[in-house]
């Protein structure tokens, strides 16, 4: 039996994971949140991996707030490069697979066509630039890894724009939402069953790896397609916008290709839609 560790598991993708290891029952899941396991801390680290000697990693731990990335670096860099670093070459020496979570956010959004893995990255804001630096030290490691990167991630956990919508949605609020950026909302069970999923698969065809749901979007298209999916939600409510002052920079285009995932793991991904109405319908069971 496989033995797994997912850090971060209080977070948005970190239950996500939990939510979906019931269909893995043949893999040992261990969980820990940043109480159980600070991976901040590489002597702390270390013991625990000598103490279970796991055959792969999941990092699901990650500084995620954008905008407060900005004003926050150093603890932006400190979770999000510093401690993977911590992870990678603990990993490495433990020969403990990892596998990454990373965002469409290492690229500036000049492209006018779907990302590929090989794009040249370009981060402009912090948050952009503390993922990159921690998929840098995993390279640079001689870890095997898996890094994926995703972008626009909800679920029914925590906090995030499925969320705030439904809320703010069910409150009859007014709400004016950008046109601005263009990229793909992407279900985080989805991505929890794909890293469990490669696990399985037992694939070495390591490295990095684009995974978010198929087709794009605007969030003004995001926010109407969770207000169309509650037909008691007011309509009239939503307004678009070309702009929205926000204090971090954002990419204005940021659709990943997923065809390299698709083909190396000989699997389709769900159109980003047909997802979010799948969920919302579990939410509202």
Not at 46 to 56: L, M
Not at 153 to 175: A, D, M, P, R, V
Request: with cysteine; aromatic share 14%; hydrophobic share 35%.
């Amino acid at each position: 039996m496989k033995k797994v560790l997912v850090t971060g598991a209080k977070g948005q993708l970190g239950r996500c994971i939990k939510d979906a290891a019931i269909n893995f029952p043949f893999l040992e899941i261990n969980f820990v949140s940043r109480k159980d396991l600070d991976i901040d801390d590489f002597d702390a680290v270390q013991q625990f991996f000598n103490q279970h000697k796991f055959d792969y990693c999941i990092n699901a731990a990650a500084y995620t707030n954008v905008e407060k990335a900005e004003s926050d670096s150093d603890q932006a860099f400190l979770t999000n490069a510093e401690a993977v670093k911590n992870l990678a070459n603990i990993c490495d020496f433990s020969k403990t697979t990892l596998l990454q979570a990373s965002t469409d956010y290492v690229f500036n959004g000049k492209k006018e066509s779907p990302y590929l893995e090989e794009d040249q990255t370009n981060p402009i804001n912090v948050y952009g630039a503390s993922k990159l630096k921690g998929e840098e030290y995993i390279q640079e490691s001689g870890v095997d890894y898996f890094i994926f990167r995703t972008s626009w991630l909800y679920s029914q956990h925590g906090h995030n724009f499925l969320n705030t919508i439904l809320k703010y949605g069910k409150e009859g609020k007014l709400l004016t939402i950008t046109t601005e950026q263009v990229g793909v909302p992407t279900n985080a069970n989805d991505l929890a069953l794909a890293l469990l999923d490669v696990i399985v698969s037992d694939n070495s065809e390591y490295g990095t790896y684009n995974f978010s749901n198929s087709g794009k979007a605007t969030w003004f298209d995001f926010a109407k397609a969770i207000f169309e999916e509650n037909p008691q939600f007011d309509l009239s409510n939503l307004a678009k916008t070309d702009y929205y002052r926000t204090f971090a920079a954002r990419p204005k285009y940021s659709v990943l290709d997923t065809n390299k995932y698709k083909k190396t793991f000989n699997t389709k991904v769900i159109d980003w839609r047909e997802s979010l109405s799948i969920l919302i319908k579990l939410i509202n069971f």
